[in-house]
């Protein structure tokens, strides 16, 4: 009888002979220090028509609820060159990137794929408690003193059936490249926006807990 009952147990963990799904895809709220195991990277440009330096570092958790990247400096100086902050709660709080080298910032991409924690748009249908998020950025002008960017937008749609199209697991900010005449992203400007992510299930969560009550019915079995 116990036999029977761990294999009931393992079965349904694994959503084998079960119509009852998951109903918490997602979890809407989500914090800065979740956005650990992403990546972000950093193109600079030196000055008007210079070769782009890409940097990349990871995003990691600085202090509870506060997501943090420390970009190397493009040209080898032990000093960052950029600074990533996220802390609070990642829909509500603002986003910071400032820029601490001598080259100018032309983008910056953020790779989520290895974090717990997926960009969401507000596309319709949403994932089931994911809720409306934010298509790209929402640009601050009162928190920053770079320029808005010129280009925005979430990419590589999260590969999980459950995915009603709105979770990604990259975004991508472009700004405009240094030259004489107009406003770019140099060294000592800010800038803030508004975005947002949700909270992933941690991948095969369920199959291993299922894996792990078979395992011990065959333990009881023997």
Not at 66 to 84: K, T, V, Y
Not at 139 to 153: G, V
Request: charge should be negative; include cysteine.
């Amino acid at each position: 009888m116990k036999t029977r009952v761990a294999l009931v147990c393992a079965l349904a963990a694994l959503g084998i002979g079960s119509g009852a799904s998951n109903a918490s895809v997602v979890d809407f709220t989500a914090y800065g220090d979740q956005l650990a195991g992403g990546r972000l990277t950093i193109d600079f440009m030196p000055g008007p028509g210079a070769p782009i330096i890409t940097v990349s570092a990871p995003i990691f958790a600085f202090a509870p609820g506060h997501g943090r990247a420390i970009i190397p400096d493009p040209f080898g100086s032990p000093l960052p060159g950029a600074i990533f902050d996220c802390n609070g709660e990642t829909g509500m709080t603002l986003w910071t990137l400032e820029n601490l080298s001598d080259a100018s910032i032309v983008r910056a991409f953020f790779d989520l794929t290895n974090s717990i924690s997926l960009f969401d748009d507000d596309s319709i249908p949403s994932t089931p408690n994911s809720a409306l998020g934010r298509v790209g950025v929402l640009y601050d002008p009162m928190n920053s003193t770079a320029p808005p960017e010129i280009f925005s937008a979430e990419l590589g749609l999260w590969a999980d059936a459950k995915n009603a199209g709105d979770m990604y697991t990259g975004e991508v900010i472009n700004w405009p490249f240094p030259d004489l005449t107009s406003a770019y992203f140099g060294f000592g400007l800010v800038y803030a926006w508004y975005d947002d992510t949700d909270i992933i299930p941690a991948p095969g969560a369920a199959a291993l807990l299922g894996m792990g009550a078979l395992a011990a019915a065959r333990r009881r079995r023997r």
